[in-house]
């Protein structure tokens, strides 16, 4: 009697455990709740039904098998879209263009059920409304006009396509034009146009050189002509004379003539003996 009270106890805590471990496995298969992360929202769906509410970050209880929690980042995404365009004087142009956006937390659950997850929302909804909002902007302009005014298309992109994926609850936070690429043959037209403006600088600055330097030419030609004027002026019979006693070596040049040789310079007597005085002084040595 005693041994089957001792037993009794012993069988139930065994029963309890194993009861535990059992119910515990069981909730862990069946998850009775879920989980979203930070920077998600939770879609619940009943039988594949889509529900209004929308879960938020954090611990959640659901019924299990019933209910299935679908989880969808709205954080700020970067798709790169490339796109292709005419110009409005038909010129190809391809552009790079990086779009910023998320899902519209309150509306997860919308967008889940009208478009899909992540995948479908890149490939469905906004490269092709990136494309088609590009193509209109860029036909309004000539390809002269894209880089000059990069700014204001931006913005124009930025805005119609804002307008154009806020229907889908997809918020478009930023949108950046990478880069432009033209067509072969406007490339090499450009190139070309550069090079003639730069030869035609180099022609007029080469011109201007050449003005310059003629203007210089006649200045020194009327400054020269300025001085002979003055020089002649100046020069007196008297002065020419002393000029040439000063440079006179002792002997007479002299010209031909019918009647001989003549001095070249006439000079007086008394202004050689004066001279020779003079250059015999300057050439004895100091006593």
Do not use: C
């Not at 889509?50 to 299990?64: A, S, T």
């Not at 010209?255 to 005085?277: D, K, R, Y």
């Amino acid at each position: 009697m005693n041994t089957r009270t001792l037993q009794s106890p012993s069988r139930s805590l065994s029963f309890l455990f194993v009861g535990g471990i059992g119910f515990l496995l069981l909730a862990l298969f069946l998850r009775p709740f879920t989980i979203v992360g930070a920077g998600e929202r939770g879609v619940v769906m009943y039988f594949g039904k889509v529900q209004d509410k929308v879960l938020d970050e954090g611990i959640h209880p659901v019924l299990p098998v019933v209910t299935n929690v679908r989880r969808l980042s709205v954080r700020v995404q970067k798709t790169d879209v490339e796109a292709a365009a005419a110009s409005k004087d038909l010129q190809d142009v391809s552009t790079s263009v990086a779009v910023n956006w998320h899902i519209e937390p309150s509306r997860v659950n919308q967008v889940f059920q009208q478009v899909g997850d992540m995948d479908v929302i890149i490939t469905g909804i906004i490269n092709p409304a990136v494309s088609e909002v590009v193509k209109a902007s860029i036909a309004q302009r000539p390809v002269k006009d894209i880089l000059q005014e990069r700014v204001k298309l931006k913005d124009e992109i930025d805005n119609a396509l804002t307008k154009r994926l806020e229907p889908y609850g997809v918020v478009v936070d930023d949108v950046s034009l990478v880069n432009f690429a033209f067509s072969a043959e406007f490339n090499a037209a450009i190139e070309a146009k550069q090079v003639a403006e730069q030869q035609a600088q180099q022609a007029a600055f080469k011109a201007q050189q050449a003005e310059q330097e003629a203007k210089a030419e006649i200045n020194r030609a009327k400054g020269q002509a300025e001085a002979q004027r003055l020089l002649r002026e100046t020069l007196t019979p008297a002065i020419l004379q002393q000029r040439a006693i000063e440079k006179w070596n002792g002997q007479f040049p002299t010209v031909m003539s019918g009647e001989g040789t003549l001095p070249l310079i006439n000079v007086s007597p008394q202004q050689l003996a004066e001279q020779a005085e003079t250059n015999q002084t300057a050439t004895q040595p100091p006593q």
